[in-house]
């Protein structure tokens, strides 16, 4: 017989996990509070020490719930493994060490409002390399988002470009996007097994990365004990945002998405985090919305309109982290 009680105790989250709109939402919203994490980390937190402490935590987390998958998937883990961690040390390492190093020399509003290229270097790298051609008003809607970029990246000042004069922060992000687009790319050789062993196991490969960052270009074994004892209260309370929201339910809301509606409309939802982002960089950490963010605002959204108007039935999806 069902046990009543545990009954009611599971039916809120049953009932979440049946709402693909509103989990989709709350996966963007944890993504984009990843942005404001990492611009109210500056002071409170190094930035390779916060990628450490997030992906190692968020792995110990995951790993009980996963470990009788991990043992039916095994044989599949030890012949991929390498896959695992490149997943791993790419998507989820080397992404976020670029965008929280990025938050000490640019702007939340920045860093959120360029996140939009990712779908376009999705798009240009799949016609190089896959010869995945796109249709004309996906271009125009390229083009257009590119523009809205450029805006941003040069201060509303479009010469900043010929003269090179592009912040290292805005370079970092742009750079974070590029290899974020290469990893959902590579997400068509993901080795099939279910989400719950995938997300562990690159998790792992994660916070391998993270380590091997730290040691290496975030200041060495010898800065460790200083690093650490610098980390304030709140620093510690970034860390346990990153670990749960975006690292743990996020992904887990975004698969749901995807199988309860599909990954083109799924997709669909990711333009909300330029949004959310920006709103969040805005109101919580205090950055200042200049008259160019708005014009990139709406050249980005009508190229994303026209963009994805021309591609629902073509459309890659594209996780985040």
Same mark, same amino acid.
């Given at each position: 017989?069902?046990?009543?009680?545990?009954?009611?105790?599971?039916?809120?989250?049953?009932a979440?996990m049946?709402?693909?709109?509103?989990?989709?939402?709350?996966?963007n919203?944890?993504?984009?509070?990843?942005?404001?994490?990492?611009?109210?980390?500056?002071?409170?937190?190094?930035?390779?020490?916060?990628?450490?402490?997030?992906?190692?935590?968020?792995?110990?987390?995951?790993?009980?719930?996963?470990?009788?998958?991990?043992?039916?998937?095994?044989?599949?883990?030890?012949?991929?493994?390498?896959?695992?961690?490149?997943?791993?040390?790419?998507g989820?390492?080397?992404?976020?060490?670029?965008?929280?190093?990025?938050?000490?020399?640019?702007?939340g509003?920045?860093?959120?409002?360029?996140?939009?290229?990712?779908?376009?270097?999705?798009?240009?790298?799949?016609?190089?390399?896959?010869?995945?051609?796109?249709?004309?008003?996906?271009?125009?809607?390229?083009?257009?988002? @590119? +523009?809205? *970029?450029?805006?941003?990246?040069?201060?509303?000042? $479009?010469?900043?470009? !010929?003269?090179? /004069? =592009?912040?290292?922060?805005?370079?970092?992000?742009?750079?974070?996007?590029?290899?974020?687009?290469?990893?959902?790319?590579?997400?068509?050789?993901?080795?099939?097994?279910?989400?719950?062993?995938?997300?562990?196991?690159?998790?792992?490969?994660?916070?391998?990365?993270?380590v091997?960052?730290?040691?290496?270009?975030?200041?060495?074994?010898?800065?460790?004990?200083?690093?650490v004892?610098?980390?304030?209260?709140?620093?510690?309370?970034?860390?346990?945002?990153?670990?749960?929201?975006?690292?743990?339910?996020?992904?887990?809301?975004?698969?749901?998405?995807?199988?309860?509606?599909?990954?083109?409309?799924?997709?669909?939802?990711?333009?909300?985090?330029?949004l959310?982002?920006?709103?969040?960089? @805005? +109101?919580? *950490?205090g950055?200042?919305?200049?008259?160019?963010? $708005?014009?990139?605002? !709406?050249?980005? /959204? =009508?190229?994303?309109?026209?963009?994805?108007?021309?591609?629902?039935?073509?459309?890659?999806?594209?996780?985040?982290?």
């Amino acid at each position: 017989m069902t046990n009543p009680a545990s009954q009611t105790a599971a039916s809120p989250f049953a009932a979440l996990m049946s709402r693909p709109y509103l989990i989709l939402v709350l996966t963007n919203l944890f993504w984009a509070g990843n942005i404001v994490a990492g611009r109210l980390a500056v002071g409170h937190i190094d930035p390779f020490m916060l990628m450490v402490i997030r992906w190692t935590g968020a792995a110990l987390l995951v790993l009980p719930f996963a470990i009788g998958r991990l043992r039916r998937n095994w044989p599949v883990i030890r012949r991929y493994w390498p896959l695992y961690l490149f997943y791993g040390a790419i998507g989820f390492g080397t992404y976020n060490m670029l965008t929280y190093v990025a938050a000490y020399h640019t702007s939340g509003v920045n860093i959120a409002m360029q996140q939009v290229t990712i779908n376009i270097m999705v798009m240009a790298l799949n016609f190089a390399i896959f010869r995945v051609t796109a249709r004309p008003l996906q271009l125009v809607g390229a083009a257009l988002t @590119i +523009l809205g *970029v450029a805006l941003i990246i040069t201060k509303g000042d $479009l010469s900043h470009i !010929l003269s090179l /004069t =592009i912040q290292f922060g805005d370079t970092l992000v742009l750079l974070s996007c590029i290899i974020w687009a290469v990893y959902s790319l590579s997400l068509r050789y993901r080795p099939q097994t279910d989400w719950l062993t995938f997300v562990s196991v690159t998790m792992i490969g994660a916070a391998i990365a993270s380590v091997f960052y730290l040691f290496t270009i975030g200041g060495g074994v010898s800065e460790l004990p200083e690093r650490v004892g610098a980390i304030t209260w709140q620093g510690w309370l970034i860390c346990a945002y990153t670990i749960i929201f975006p690292s743990i339910l996020a992904q887990l809301f975004y698969v749901r998405g995807v199988e309860l509606i599909g990954a083109n409309r799924a997709s669909l939802f990711i333009n909300l985090l330029p949004l959310f982002g920006t709103i969040g960089s @805005i +109101l919580v *950490v205090g950055d200042s919305l200049q008259p160019f963010h $708005l014009y990139a605002a !709406l050249a980005i /959204t =009508i190229g994303i309109v026209l963009a994805e108007t021309s591609a629902r039935r073509g459309h890659i999806a594209v996780s985040k982290p």
